[in-house]
Nanobody, 113 residues
Framework: VQLQAFGGGLVQPGGYLRLSCAAS????????MGWYRQAPGKERDLVSMITVSGTTHYADSVKGRFTISRDNAKNMVYLQMNSLKSEDTAVYYC????????WGQGTQVTVSS
């Protein structure tokens, strides 16, 4: 199983980005898909998660600004990030849970003026 994340970049505060992650290989049934992030010197934290039924969870710091969605037919998960803040700067990792967890390679998001 391979996860490829893309869509990161440099954006000004208040701007937006959309992250995408594609799962390929012998994926099987995906129970949940999500995004984590890791800022320099900090632990990797959950940003958002979506289950196969569409139930979503968001970290308090991103509620109202980020929206997660998934395309079950394409094994893809998306993260729409609006009203970005400097504290959103981090490497963002996608994650899927089947019978075990898998991680993507990470995509850098930098919010700076």
């Amino acid at each position: 199983v391979q996860l490829q994340a893309f869509g990161g970049g440099l954006v000004q505060p208040g701007g937006y980005l959309r992250l995408s992650c594609a799962a390929s290989g012998n994926v099987g049934r995906i129970n949940a898909m999500g995004w984590y992030r890791q800022a320099p010197g900090k632990e990797r934290d959950l940003v958002s998660m979506i289950t196969v039924s569409g139930t979503t969870h968001y970290a308090d710091s991103v509620k109202g600004r980020f929206t997660i969605s998934r395309d079950n037919a394409k094994n893809m998960v998306y993260l729409q990030m609006n009203s970005l803040k400097s504290e959103d700067t981090a490497v963002y990792y996608c994650n899927i849970i089947t019978t075990r967890g898998y991680w993507g390679q990470g995509t850098q998001v930098t919010v700076s003026s």
